[in-house]
C-alpha cells in the first residue's frame, strides 16, 4: 500500500513538474554556414518527428549559424547563443533540450564549458536541461587531419558540407586534445559539464549495395563514408571514430542498440529518420 | 598561514616537465580563514608582455559562475602529454610527374592511394582536374600491374558526400605486396597543376609516433619532443626526420632540432604574433626509415599553442565568506579569468572539495584587485562550512584565448 502511495505521489509530482516546464527544443547542426538547416541538413521529416516529443510541439526552432569557423568565435557560438536566447525569451522556455548533431556538439560544448566568457552564455547554462549530442566530435577526427595535409593544400581540401573551413582545422585531432584539455568540459579529467550530455554513437556504414538500408539518406554518400574509414579505426560512422563520438559526457546508446533493426547509423544517417532514430529520440524528451 | 605556490608559463620549478611546458606546483592551497585573511603566494620573476587590445568583440562585463563538483570527482589541470601516432605519408607532386609516374613506398598490402587535386583560390590559376581513378596505372619494375586496385573511388563518389572534393582514390589489390611501386596517371593533365597524393597503410606495423609533454607553451623557448620510427619488433635505426613549424597563418618555418639523450628539441624561432586567437601551432615531422631494405615514409603533427604572458597573479589572496580577492598584475588590456575549486568542511569535519567558482573581468593594465565570486547559496547546498580553501587555480587570458598560470 505504501508504495502504491508512494507511485502516486511521485506521478503526482511529475505531472505538476511536467506541467509548471515550459520545455522546447533547439536542432543544432554540425560543420557547415546554415541558412535553411530544417531542409538542408535535418529535413522536415526528421525535425518534425522529434518534435512530437514535446508537451507543445511549435515549441522548438532550428538553428542557422556558420560552423564554418572556430567554435568560439562570433560567427559560431555567439550566433548561436543569440539565436537560443532569443527562442528563449519569445516561447518563454524554462527546460530547453538542446539537439546537436557532429560539431554542433562541440559548439554548444563551448558555451556550456565557459559561463564567464560571454553574459549571453549563463541564461542558455541555466535554462539547458539536457543536451543529446548525436555523433559529436569531442575528439576530432583523423579525417580532419586528411583534409589538411599539405600546407598548400588547405585551401583546396573539403569537408562535409563545408570547404577551407576553420571547422575542419579545429577538429583535427591534436587540436581539440588542446582545446579540451584548455577549455572544455565534460572529457576525462576535466569539469563535468553543468547539463547531462548524453551521446549518441554512430557505430558503422553500411554500404552493401543489395542491402535497401544503404540507401537511408542517400547511398552515393555510403560509398564516400565507407572509403573514409582508411582513416579511422574499426568502430566508426565513416566520419568519426566511436571513440571520438563518446569522448564527452555520456553514452546514452550505440546506435545498433536501439535501431531497428539494430542497423548501424552512418554520419550522414543519423540527422535524418532512418531506423527509428526519431522516435527514439522523440520518446526521450 | 601556509604558503602555496603558484608557479607561471615561464617559470620552472621542481615538478616542471620541460623548460616550454605550463608548470604545476606540488603545494597550492590557499589558507582561509572565516574572516578575510591573507594568502601568500610565491611567484617567480615573470616578464610579462604589453601587447595591444584584440580588434575582435570582447565581453566588457564581469560575469561570475559556480557548479558543483561531482562526487568524488578526480578533477586535474594538469598539462597532459600528447602523441600521435601516424601510418602514412603524403607528398606534392605536380600534373607532369604524375604523367611521367611517381616512385611510391608500400609497406602494407591493400594500402590506399589519394589524389587530390589543388584548387587555387587565385581566379587566375588553372584549376586542377580531377583523377579518373581508370587512368591511373601501377607498375613495378618493367610490368604494368593487371588488376592492380581492389577499390576504385571516383571524384563524383567523394564529392556528393563533400568529402575530399577534387579529389579520388585507389586501393591496391592485397596481392600485389609491399615494395616500391609506379603510380602514372595516363590521363592528361596541365603541367603546373598541383596534387596532393596520401598514402594511407592502415594498420601498418610500420609507425611514426611523435610526442610533446605538453600542448601549451610559451614564446621563444625549447619544444621538447620525442620521435621514433618503428615496427612491430621496436625502433628502426638510421631514420631520418625533417622538422618544420607551421604557424596558425600557415606559414611554413623549417627548423633545426637537436637530439640529446634520445630527447629532441626545437628552439622556437622569432614568429609573428598570432592574429588568430585561438588558433595553433603546429610541429610537423616528415620521416624516412628502412627496414630490411623496405622504405618507410611517414609523416605526422602536433598542434600547440603559443601563450604570451599578458598577465599574472601577484602574491597576495585574500579568502573571506563570500568570495576571494586576487591581485593581478595586468601588462596587457584584455579580458581575464580566475578560477579555482573552493573546499569548505564537511559534516564529517573534514576537508571536501565541493565548488568550481569562475569569474571573469575586463581589466587595463596596472595592479588590479579582482574578486572570485562563490555561489554562497550552492555552498550552503553542498553543506560545508568556512574556512573555504582554493586549489586548482588558474588564470587565462580570455581575449587572446591564452593560458597564463596555473597551480
Known sequence: MKKIMTAIVLSYLAL?????????????????????????YWTGDFVNSVRQGLSNSNKYTVINCDFDQFMWVEAAAGCLANQLNSFIANENINSLVLLTHSNGGNVVRWILSNPTYDSRYPGIINTTSKVIAIAPSSLGTPLADAATQGNVFESSLGWLLGYNSDAVKQQQVSWMAYYNNSWLSGTSGRPTLPSTFKVVVGSDVDSAIWDSDSYCAGYQYQV?????????????????????????????????????????????????????????????? | MSKSKISLLSACISTCISASTLLLSNSVAATTLASTNATQITTNDIELVSISAPLHKIEQKSLHFSQALAKNSTLSFAVKPYTSISDEYWLEVTGK?????????????GALIRLSGKKSEDPTQVESIAIDPEQIELSQG????????????????????????????????????????KLKVNQALNSDERYLVNVKEKGSKHKLTLSIPSQTLIA????????????????????????HIKTPEGETIAVNYQEVNGKYSIKLPEMPANKNYGKLYELHIASQGNDKGLKVNRNGKVAFAIARPTAKMTSNIAVNLTHAMIELDIASEGRYEISAIISGVNKQGKEEQVMLSRSAHYLQPGLQQVNLDFDTQLLKTLQVLPPYQLSEMRLVDQSRMALLQQQ
Open chain 1, 16 to 40: 505538476l513538474a511536467s506541467a509548471s516546464a515550459n520545455q522546447g527544443i533547439a536542432f543544432i547542426h554540425g560543420t557547415g554556414h546554415q541558412s535553411d538547416a530544417y531542409n538542408d
Open chain 1, 224 to 285: 564516400a563514408l565507407e572509403t573514409t574509414q582508411n582513416w579511422l579505426d574499426s568502430c566508426s560512422d565513416g566520419f568519426l571514430e566511436c571513440s571520438s563520438q563518446s569522448g564527452a559526457g555520456t553514452v546514452w546508446f550505440i546506435d545498433k542498440q536501439k535501431t531497428q533493426g539494430r542497423e548501424p547509423l552512418s554520419h550522414q544517417q543519423s540527422r535524418r529518420d532512418c531506423f527509428n532514430l526519431d522516435t527514439i529520440i522523440r520518446n526521450d524528451i
Open chain 2, 142 to 181: 618493367q610490368q604494368i600491374l593487371s588488376k592492380a586496385f581492389s577499390q576504385k573511388v571516383s571524384q563524383q563518389q567523394f564529392a556528393t558526400a563533400n568529402i575530399f572534393p577534387n579529389s579520388s582514390a585507389v586501393e591496391l589489390a592485397q596481392h600485389l605486396g609491399r615494395g616500391e611501386f
Open chain 2, 97 to 109: 610527374q604524375l604523367n611521367s609516374g611517381i616512385t611510391l613506398a608500400i609497406t602494407k598490402p
Open chain 2, 220 to 243: 621563444k623557448q625549447n619544444i621538447m619532443f620525442d620521435m621514433t620510427m618503428s615496427n612491430s619488433q621496436g625502433k628502426l635505426t638510421n631514420s631520418k626526420h625533417n622538422a
